[in-house]
């Protein structure tokens, strides 16, 4: 299966601050990759399909301009939480893969102070 | 809209047993597929079987198999001969045919947490 790796796997940063988090594709060329959400003990969801070249597609309820997605290579994906208060805290993980399967990497673990 | 329900917020399970998760979604659209992943406290996410909407057989990855009932729109995971490892929690997800790239777009159940006991 796909290789995937997200860094960092852990940050804390003070409110206020943006946080960058890098999605890799190691050995899959995604056009497409996909960020997701999850709070502790509870499900996924969908935040945006990350589209290589071009504008990301938010879901319903997620502010573009508060997650900035950019996918400008076939293989990286970045994803900023700009201005990041306590509420952003959340687990971060994104996924790349085809019809039947898709590949998560390992998460990271945002905590805003 | 697509639903994913899982209805068992825990689990438990005797070591070397087999165990049934319970999944059922629903949509109208006639071509889907049906995810399950293993989560464990690390928080990565394990792909564990897929099966598609037109398919004729269960789908089956060494201990686990999926027990599929169209007609009751259930996706069940049976996981046989259980192992301690396999505590975890458990999602159930399907991503519907909507064109173009949404074949990532998973909806995902409220998941299972499944504790394997000596």
């Known amino acids: 299966g796909a290789v995937v790796s997200q860094h960092p796997s852990r940050v804390i940063c003070k409110s206020g601050t943006s946080v960058k988090i890098e999605c890799r594709s190691l050995d899959f060329q995604a056009t497409t990759m996909f960020w997701y959400r999850q709070f502790p003990k509870k499900s996924l969801m969908l935040m945006a399909t990350s589209n290589e070249g071009s504008k990301a597609t938010y879901e319903q309820g997620v502010e573009k301009d508060k997650f900035l997605i950019n996918h400008a290579s076939l293989t990286l994906s970045t994803l900023t939480v700009t201005s990041a208060h306590p509420e952003d805290s959340s687990f971060y993980i994104c996924s790349v893969g085809d019809w039947e399967t898709q590949y998560f990497g390992p998460g990271t673990r945002l905590l805003v102070l | 809209a697509q639903k994913i329900t899982q209805t068992q917020p825990g689990m438990f399970v005797q070591e070397k047993e087999a165990v049934t998760l319970d999944c059922t979604y629903d949509?109208?659209?006639?071509?889907?597929?049906l995810f399950w992943y293993k989560q464990p406290s690390s928080g990565e996410m394990i792909f564990l079987i897929y099966q598609g909407s037109y398919d004729q057989q269960n789908a089956t990855e060494g201990r686990y198999s999926l027990n599929f009932q169209k007609a009751r729109k259930s996706a069940n995971l049976v996981i046989s001969a259980s192992q301690l490892g396999d505590s975890a929690m458990y999602f159930c997800?399907?991503?519907?045919?909507?064109?173009?790239?949404?074949?990532?777009?998973?909806?995902f159940g409220q998941g299972t947490i499944l504790t394997v006991h000596p």
């Open positions: 997800a399907m991503r519907v045919n909507a064109g173009g790239t949404s074949y990532g777009k998973l909806t």
């Open positions: 949509t109208s659209d006639p071509s889907y597929g």
